[in-house]
């Protein structure tokens, strides 16, 4: 049973450029959440899509989106980069849009901006 | 918005003794309760969680208790191991969707 599945697991990228970060759900769920986590803190909710819809977003601004396919998989999308981008992104799964059912954390991708 | 406290921030116990790591919430609706353990360089991983209508949950060696009075859960370990060392975050539901975490934990066990 796979579990949850992000690629890249690294990534350097330069100050203004556009960076997409790709999950995979565990099989069995349909909803992926996006969170961020800077170094030494707790994640922090970025957006969550299920039904291919983003349903909540957190406190991010609108250089983050992502999209959602039929597959149930996720892009998380940051364009205009900025040095407090950095941090490692992680993406959870979950059934039915609840989080109260269970999130399931992936690896995570680790973000460096210079 | 749904508020969550962790305590301590740094925990280190000799092998063989118990860890107890405490988390206080705002919202007294919030009605699920998980935990993770983060190791270094990996994602969180969900190693228990409660729901409001149960007092304590207990799976080997660790255990969670909630007090929805005065709205705070704890994570007890016992018996710890090494491999117990970890970074563990609580967390309560912020709205229907998504997870509003503690800063953490650092847990250190010696050897």
């Known amino acids: 049973d796979a579990g949850v599945t992000q690629s890249p697991t690294h990534l350097i990228k330069t100050r203004g450029q556009q960076v997409t970060l790709r999950c995979s759900p565990k099989s069995g769920h349909d909803t992926v959440s996006w969170y961020q986590q800077a170094l030494g803190q707790g994640p922090q909710f970025i957006f969550q899509y299920y039904e291919e819809e983003e349903r909540q977003r957190g406190n991010f601004p609108d250089r983050f989106s992502g999209h959602q396919f039929p597959n149930y998989s996720s892009e998380l999308n940051v364009n205009a980069l900025l040095l407090g981008d950095s941090a490692l992104y992680l993406c959870?799964?979950?059934?039915?849009?609840?989080?109260?059912?269970?999130?399931?954390f992936g690896p995570g991708t680790r973000l460096t901006v210079t | 918005g749904e508020n969550v406290e962790q305590h301590p921030s740094t925990l280190s116990v000799q092998e063989g003794d118990s860890a107890v790591i405490k988390c206080t919430y705002s919202?007294?609706?919030?009605?699920?309760f998980p935990w993770y353990k983060q190791e270094l360089g990996k994602g969180p991983q969900l190693i228990i969680d409660i729901r409001s209508n149960v007092g304590e949950k207990k799976d080997q060696r660790i255990a969670v208790t909630l007090n929805k009075t005065a709205k705070h859960f704890s994570l007890h370990i016992t018996e710890t191991q090494p491999e117990d060392s970890a970074v563990y975050f609580c967390a309560v539901p912020g709205g229907s969707e998504k997870l509003v975490f503690g800063k953490g934990t650092k847990l250190t066990v010696n050897p």
């Open positions: 959870a799964s979950s059934l039915g849009g609840q989080a109260s059912f269970g999130q399931y």
């Open positions: 919202d007294s609706a919030s009605n699920y």
